[in-house]
């Protein structure tokens, strides 16, 4: 873990993970400690109220989706309040949506997050966001330093971006190429947007890679057991992981299967470990059911494996990750990375993990910024959607014998972005401040 005397303003939300999840490793250079803005401790009343409805209408919907014919329709309502629009033709999409004027009336009327700013403007360190709200409340009220907005998926709304942003003092960390793109499309100016990559774990990466490179050479061999991909392939795996490649199977296939911040999508953990229940029985295989935080999702686990037939294998066979504090959670999470070979999930900001050579199964998306993320990793070939998960036992038999999920273990390694954490620090703080094209400077 980098030990660095400066220190910024690491300001996120409690809001779903993914918000939380990008800030998690900024925390070794972050004043005491992580700030959520909707509920550090001294919140005005008023403040947290407005962000608990919000907070709690997004829950609500991305649960009510389930609901047959009306939660779809209702859920599609919501969506399209927040949709992305088609990147070309390039065009000038500068102009403020109904969000944003709804955001900036409440700032208005209500001082909606001038606590907080006055709070941080006493001690005006470099403020970094992961969440676009809190940034242009900083902007709002003159916050004195910097402000910097890190985006959270591979594109973004409109939602993003001040109503006049190139009047703005925002600066922007964009995770990928098109997130860069698509500000120059709402009016960010090019000076205020720096490519970093999405900050991944620390202890999942390592000095110059070194823990990727540790874990993604002892995971192909899980992935392609007949060596399909390995025998085609050998020279550019030894070129990229030298030594740390190894032939050898040292341990069950590891599948990771994670729901999403709100809860969604716990049956398909149900259904994966009973297609697989005779596999886990036999030592095959092993599955890490991620609760997160919901301690209603670690009981529905439960009762799967109990019903599934598995109770003995808990521990060995099955395990459950949960954790009633988000941080103490991503720990864990992090951690069962290290051995895991498949990450089964929704396309969310976890699409980015494909960087530490983990393939991803693509669960179904949910809201219209995950099918730009499952879009992305289908187009760096990190990413495969499931198909029924009734057969997985089936068709994931098929997949490893053809080497598909080491090879989608590769491409997320060497196409995504594994420098995030590190760029984000740099800019903060103008290590490359005399650059005049970041994308130049910036390991990517």
């Known amino acids: 873990m980098p030990k660095r005397k400066k220190k910024a303003w690491v300001v996120t939300v409690d809001m779903g993970y ?11 250079f972050a004043e005491g400690g992580i700030i959520s803005a909707n509920n550090y401790s001294s919140i005005p009343k008023r403040d947290r109220n407005i962000w608990h409805q919000t907070r709690s209408f997004y829950e609500f919907i991305s649960r009510f989706k389930k609901v047959p014919v009306i939660g779809t329709k209702a859920f599609e309502l919501y969506d ?19 969000q944003l004027k709804q955001m900036y009336n409440l700032f208005e009327v209500s001082n909606w997050g001038k606590h907080l700013i006055d709070k941080l403007a006493k001690q005006p360190l470099p403020i970094v966001t992961t969440f676009f709200t809190t940034a242009m409340m900083a902007d709002f009220y003159g916050y004195p330093g910097d402000i910097l907005c890190l985006a959270t998926d591979t594109d973004i709304s ?7 942003p190139a009047k703005s003092k925002i600066v922007y960390l964009a995770p990928n190429r098109r997130v860069a793109e698509r500000l120059k499309l709402y009016g960010v100016r090019p000076d205020k947007i720096f490519l970093t990559g999405f900050p991944l774990p620390l202890e999942n990466v390592g000095n110059n ?21 390995i025998n085609q392939y050998e020279k550019t795996l030894r070129h990229h992981l030298g030594n740390y490649f190894k032939k050898t199977i040292s341990r069950p296939l590891t599948i990771t299967f994670a729901v999403g911040g709100a809860g969604a999508q716990r049956e398909l953990g149900g259904e994966i470990i ?18 997160g935080i919901h301690n209603v999702v670690n009981r529905y686990f439960r009762r799967a494996i109990k019903e599934a037939g ?22 864990k999470f992090n951690q069962t990375l290290r051995t895991t070979d498949v990450l ?4 969310s900001e976890l699409s980015f993990y494909c960087a530490l050579g983990l393939p991803i199964i693509m669960a179904p998306h949910i809201g219209s910024q995950e099918i730009f993320n499952e879009k992305w990793l289908q187009s760096i070939g990190a990413g495969i959607n499931q198909e029924d998960p009734r057969y997985t036992s089936e068709w994931l038999s098929d997949w490893l014998k053809s080497g598909w999920l080491a090879e989608a273990a590769m491409q997320g390694f060497l196409e995504a972005p594994k420098y995030g954490t590190f760029n984000v620090e740099k800019i903060t703080f103008h290590r490359f401040k005399e650059a005049k094209k970041i994308k130049t400077v910036l390991q990517y």
């Open 344 to 347: 089964w999930t929704k396309p």
């Open 158 to 164: 409109r939602a993003w971006v001040p109503p006049e």
């Open 80 to 98: 399209k309040l927040q949709s992305i629009p088609d990147f070309y033709p390039r065009r000038d999409l500068s102009k403020a949506n109904t």
């Open 310 to 331: 598995l109770q003995k294998t808990i521990g060995s066979g099955v395990n459950i990750i949960f954790d009633a504090n988000k941080y103490e959670y991503f720990k």
């Open 18 to 28: 993914g918000h939380q999840r990008a800030a998690y490793p900024l925390n070794y």
């Open 209 to 229: 890679l070194k823990i990727i490179k540790h874990d993604l050479g002892r995971r192909l061999a899980q992935l392609d057991p007949e060596r399909i991909y």
């Open 274 to 291: 009973k297609s697989l229940r005779q596999q886990i029985g036999g030592g095959q295989i092993r599955v890490n059911l991620v609760a």
